[in-house]
């Protein structure tokens, strides 16, 4: 039985057709697995990318939901799974232009986060500087410097002064 999904899926690849090599695998994991399933969760999400890239916001909307239910169900409310799938679904509802879903995902994010590994980690920074991208394109100027301001300290002090830092305004 292996060999054939797997040809299949390689001749997908051949033609260009990503989309359906990745749902050949993901049947496969999912047969092997069962629908909850950390694997199967992270399979969610690499097609909630594909279409992502694809620009098929709704597909991608869909899987990411569906991983982070997996998640959810595994780990519970509290876990760096769950955070990161906030996060991918802030950034897709950023991308769809649903300004008030992005902040209350990337907000649902931060606070896992800080939970998990306090305030200094990288994807605390990441997740301040999520919220000043958003802040700025609300136009809310005061709230994207504060959490610049708070995305900065963290890069310098994992950093240094003089490093390089991702964050930009």
Same mark, same amino acid.
């Given at each position: 039985?292996?060999?054939?999904? *797997? *040809? $299949?899926?390689? @001749?997908?690849? &051949?033609?260009? &057709? @990503?989309? !359906? !090599?990745?749902?050949? #695998? =993901?049947?496969? #994991?999912?047969? /092997? =697995?069962?629908? %909850?399933?950390? &694997?199967?969760? +992270?399979?969610?999400?690499? /097609?909630?990318? $594909?279409?992502? %890239?694809?620009?098929n916001l709704q597909k991608a909307e869909e899987f990411y939901l569906k991983s982070l239910k997996i998640y959810e169900n595994l780990f519970g409310e509290n876990h760096s799974n769950v955070a990161m799938s906030y996060n991918n679904l802030g950034i897709l509802y950023e991308n769809m232009g649903n300004l008030p879903k992005t902040e209350k995902?990337? /907000? !649902?994010?931060? !606070?896992?986060?800080?939970? $998990? =590994?306090?305030?200094?980690? $990288? &994807?605390?920074?990441?997740?301040? %500087? +999520? @919220?000043?991208s958003l802040y700025d394109n609300m136009g809310n100027l005061p709230k994207a410097e504060k959490n610049y301001l708070k995305s900065l300290k963290i890069y310098q002090n994992l950093f240094g002064e003089n490093h390089s830092c991702p964050t930009t305004i």
């Open positions: 039985m292996w060999p054939i999904p *797997q *040809q $299949l899926a390689s @001749l997908y690849e &051949n033609m260009g &057709n @990503l989309p !359906k !090599k990745r749902r050949i #695998l =993901f049947e496969i #994991l999912k047969n /092997l =697995f069962g629908d %909850n399933h950390s &694997n199967v969760a +992270n399979s969610y999400i690499n /097609l909630g990318s $594909l279409y992502d %890239n694809m620009g995902f990337y /907000l !649902k994010s931060l !606070k896992i986060y800080e939970n $998990l =590994f306090g305030e200094n980690p $990288l &994807n605390v920074a990441t997740s301040y %500087n +999520n @919220l000043r």
